[in-house]
């Protein structure tokens, strides 16, 4: 099993509609949860940060945290042709790599126009 | 000036020959990091440094070397180039006094072993 799974997509949604981004991670010891975005052949760059069970907003993103569940998503509202790229989820504080993040494999978004 | 610098940008090697990536920052951060990056694979650490003396070892340090020459400078070296080293090579740096405030990225080295 993966340390941090990630549905791969391409995850395809029009524009304006709400895209939703699954996370899930095994080490029950994680502590703080990370989305980044990395456009093609670019670096990653963080959208937000989560560590309380709960949702988190900022702008027109929400992270959800349930740690019962393992679970971490971000929720993009009213979707635009420029939030296409490849989002990361990341974790950090487990017990295997302590405060190195751990970082599942990518969901490719596509927000059709 | 970028915060986390990476040169070269794209380099082309032949298998067996060995090459420097150098990475330098202005954050003043004591954390730097070095992750590749593979289609499908996500980003996957390779070593890493939390100071000057310090140097670990990541998820996938077989084939590499580093060196933490300051603060500022840690530089990632293939001692002997294969093919399935052709990838996509980030530094990064945090600091942990900054909290949630995550990491920040070179803009990346494109490998390519032929």
């Known amino acids: 099993q993966k340390e941090v799974e990630q549905n791969s997509g391409p995850l395809s949604v029009p524009e304006g509609a709400i895209a939703s981004l699954n996370c899930t991670y095994s080490?029950?010891?994680?502590?703080?949860f990370f989305w980044y975005r990395q456009y093609s052949g670019k670096s990653p760059e963080l959208i937000m940060f989560i560590y309380s069970n709960g949702d988190k907003e900022d702008g027109r993103f929400t992270a959800q945290l349930n740690k019962a569940s393992q679970y971490v998503s971000l929720l993009i509202r009213d979707s635009q042709p420029s939030d296409s790229a490849t989002y990361l989820c990341?974790?950090?504080?487990?017990?295997?790599?302590?405060?190195?993040?751990?970082f599942g494999p990518g969901t490719r978004l596509s927000v059709l126009p | 000036d970028a915060d986390v610098t990476q040169t070269p940008r794209n380099r082309i090697t032949k298998t067996g020959k060995r090459i420097m990536l150098e990475c330098s920052q202005t954050?003043?951060?004591?954390?730097m990091y070095w992750y590749r990056q593979d289609p499908g694979l996500g980003l996957r650490l390779i070593y890493y440094s939390f100071d000057v003396k310090d140097i670990n070892k990541g998820e996938i340090s077989d084939g590499y070397s580093v060196s933490r020459q300051a603060q500022a400078k840690f530089s990632l070296s293939l001692e002997s180039a294969i093919p399935n080293q052709t990838a996509l090579y980030f530094c990064a740096t945090s600091d942990p006094r900054q909290g949630a405030s995550g990491y920040t990225f070179g803009s990346g080295t494109r490998l390519t072993v032929v």
């Open positions: 954050k003043g951060h004591d954390r």
């Open positions: 990341a974790v950090r504080g487990g017990h295997n790599y302590g405060q190195n993040f751990v």
């Open positions: 080490d029950r010891g994680s502590q703080s």
